[in-house]
Each structure stands twice: as structure tokens, then as C-alpha cells.
């Protein structure tokens, strides 16, 4: 089992910054791929970015390429989200989740665990 806690989310203005944080523990963190993702009431979790074991390989999606930053901390059990040049469109419930493959996947359904979810609101 691995339990995912993240922190780190908030209101910020349009153009501002957030960095989110999600802290794993129960399994070895160094073998766990690890994703963001966020969803909107009513509609479908996105992929926003995803990390390999070592953190050699990342992924995102077009919509935050540029503006976001996936990065790990294996000493700390920990994954981070930079959030830069934030839009209103980025307002979501951000979820942080876990996969035992090597390389990151982009689905969902890939990830076989999931934190609790941390609300970002950006005000325009």
C-alpha cells in the first residue's frame, strides 16, 4: 500500500505561482512513477505531469508545458508541482497519485494510488 498526501494548494491570482507537494510513504518511493492530475466537477481527471522512478523522464500535458514543473525528491519521499504563470483555467482539485511502472504514464488508470486532492483556485 502507499498513502499520497499532498499540500501546497491555494488561491492565487492569474500570473501568480503555487507549488504543490505530495508526500508518499509504505513503499520504497524510489519504485513508484508518480503523476499529477486534476479534475473539475463533473468532468474527467486530466493528466498535467508525470515523473519516472529516478525523475529522468517527465511528461506533460500541452496545456502546462512550460508553466509547470514536475520534480521528485527520493530522500524526502517526495513529488512537486511548480505551477508557473497561472490561468483562471487551471482552477481544479489537483491530485497526486502513484504507479509501480517505470515510466510515467498519462492515464488515470495507469495509477493504482491516490491522495486526497487539493484545491488550487486562480481569480482572474
Known amino acids: 500500500q502507499v498513502q499520497l498526501v499532498e499540500s501546497g494548494g491555494g488561491l492565487v491570482q492569474a500570473g501568480g505561482s503555487l507549488r504543490l507537494s505530495c508526500a508518499a510513504s509504505?513503499?520504497?518511493?524510489?519504485?513508484?512513477?508518480m503523476g499529477w492530475f486534476r479534475q473539475a466537477p463533473g468532468k474527467e481527471r486530466e493528466f498535467v505531469a508525470a515523473?519516472?522512478?529516478?525523475?529522468?523522464?517527465?511528461s506533460y500535458a500541452d496545456s502546462v508545458k512550460g508553466r509547470f514543473t514536475i520534480s521528485r525528491d527520493n530522500a524526502k519521499n517526495t513529488v512537486y508541482l511548480q505551477m508557473n504563470s497561472l490561468k483562471p483555467e487551471d482552477t481544479d482539485v489537483y491530485y497526486c497519485?502513484?504507479?509501480?511502472?517505470?515510466?510515467?504514464?498519462?492515464?488515470?488508470?495507469?495509477?493504482?494510488?491516490w491522495g486526497q486532492g487539493t484545491q488550487v483556485t486562480v481569480s482572474s
Open positions: 509504505g513503499r520504497a518511493f524510489n519504485n513508484l512513477s
Open positions: 497519485a502513484a504507479t509501480g511502472l517505470p515510466l510515467p504514464p498519462r492515464i488515470h488508470g495507469s495509477y493504482g494510488y
Open positions: 515523473i519516472s522512478w529516478g525523475g529522468g523522464s517527465t
